[in-house]
């Protein structure tokens, strides 16, 4: 069976400092993946997504940056924290026809 | 484009009642429909979906949804509302057409049952 890991569960940064939160699918191959930030326990906000290895779409222009690469590594940077970015990260993944699988998020706070 | 609407930010009902969460959507092609749950601090769980077919989708925990093309609606519903299901339900939708799969998920909407 497939399974999505996601790490780590809670993180607490200084501003300006780095972001690495990695993502890995276990159980497929050449998934599509995701990265997702939810504010205050509301909706997701798409913020990249990969149909393939090196290949990163953003959605929206912000401090952050995405990496693929791997089939099944999806991992979310960034080189400084702004206040802005904490929030609630999840990564999914999906084929075309099936519903998103998702991680247990990152719970990120920048202060 | 794709969008998805939920007009209510939170649903009271009572442990035994029905229970019906709304949800409408928007795409230019056919729609591919979810309804997700999530738990405080936990990530999305898989509900049910819509493709094609019987309009009327069974999913896990007791939860169905009805699809309607012509209210472009998609509400999910349970008969008798445990306090167990009180979470977070997502409404999402996907163009069939689109590329990578993309859903768009709406706001959210707060279920509390109450015994």
């Known amino acids: 069976s497939q399974t999505i890991h996601q790490w780590p569960a809670t993180l607490v940064q200084p501003v300006g400092s780095p972001l690495s939160l990695e993502c890995t699918v276990e159980?497929?191959?050449?998934?599509?993946l995701y990265w997702y930030r939810q504010a205050a326990g509301r909706g997701l906000q798409l913020l990249f997504y990969?149909?393939?290895?090196?290949?990163i779409s953003s959605e929206v222009p912000q401090n952050l940056s995405a990496s693929r690469p791997q089939d099944r590594q999806f991992i979310l940077s960034s080189k400084k924290l702004l206040l802005s970015d904490s929030g609630f990260y999840l990564c999914?993944?999906?084929?075309?026809?099936?519903?998103?699988?998702f991680g247990q998020g990152t719970r990120l706070t920048v202060v | 484009a794709q969008s998805v609407a939920q007009p209510e930010d939170q649903v009271n009902v009572a442990e035994g009642n029905p229970l019906t969460v709304k949800c409408t959507y928007s795409v230019s092609g056919n729609p591919y429909l979810f309804w997700y749950v999530q738990y405080p601090n936990r990530g999305l769980q898989f509900l049910l979906k819509?493709?094609?077919?019987?309009?009327l989708v069974k999913g896990s925990y007791g939860f169905e949804a009805e699809f309607n093309k012509s209210q472009t609606s998609f509400h999910l519903k349970k008969p008798s509302a445990l306090v167990s299901d009180s979470a977070l339900y997502f409404c999402?939708?996907?163009?069939?057409?689109?590329?990578?799969?993309?859903?768009?998920f709406g706001d959210g909407t707060t279920l509390t049952v109450k015994p």
């Open positions: 159980g497929t191959s050449n998934p599509n």
């Open positions: 999914a993944w999906s084929r075309m026809n099936t519903e998103a699988f």
């Open positions: 990969s149909v393939g290895i090196g290949q």
């Open positions: 999402a939708v996907r163009d069939l057409g689109t590329n990578a799969g993309k859903s768009t």
């Open positions: 819509y493709i094609t077919g019987d309009n």
